[in-house]
């Protein structure tokens, strides 16, 4: 089996007017259009992914689901990491057949995404509760070249997962803990 790598980072944006103007600036292609992506964090009741560093997501969206591993992130300027992905017929069976192995969803957040290609780069526009944001995956170049033709360069880099910054965002306001999820903001 090849070890599959994510390379990736997101871009701050101050609204999808602005991300969607910077993207059509780049020349990139729209491939997915505006959705809701549901995901679901999964772990063992003692939390042995989350203390491996390591992610089980499943993923949600219209005519498409996902189950994914994350490996640790990896030292580097770019959020890198191993992740190993599969399209599955129907999510929420998924989620069941995990809870029915002793997983438990631990975190689940939304968001809206539509997704651009440029060269080698998948660039998507990400609505969340918390904020716009450009994710760009690809290889390291790739990224490079995608983030400075939308006008962003490795300062302007953010290498947070949703979660982390959802947590940044509910704490600096004093607020609990809680799913990342459009009607609980």
């Not at 219209?62 to 640790?72: D, E, H, Q, Y």
């Not at 997704?115 to 998948?122: K, Q, T, V």
């Not at 660039?123 to 400075?148: H, K, L």
């Amino acid at each position: 089996m090849t070890t599959a790598i994510e390379r990736e980072v997101k871009l701050r944006f101050a609204s999808v007017d602005d991300a969607r103007t910077a993207i059509a600036g780049s020349e990139a292609t729209p491939i997915r259009s505006r959705r809701l992506q549901e995901d679901y964090l999964l772990d063992e009741p003692g939390e042995t992914l989350k203390n491996r560093r390591c992610v089980l997501r499943v993923r949600i969206e219209p005519g498409k689901n996902l189950v994914t591993f994350k490996g640790p992130v990896q030292p580097s300027h770019m959020k890198v990491r191993e992740e190993l992905e599969t399209i599955v017929g129907d999510g929420e069976t998924m989620l069941r057949c995990f809870e029915h192995l002793g997983y438990r969803v631990w975190f689940r957040y939304q968001k809206y995404r539509e997704e651009y290609a440029l060269g080698d780069a998948m660039i998507a526009i990400d609505e969340t509760p918390v904020g716009v944001f450009v994710e760009v995956e690809g290889s390291e170049q790739g990224i490079t070249d995608a983030a400075r033709a939308l006008g962003r360069g490795p300062g302007d880099y953010l290498l947070d997962s949703y979660r982390a910054l959802f947590m940044e965002h509910r704490r600096a306001r004093g607020l609990p803990d809680t799913d990342m999820l459009f009607d609980g903001i």
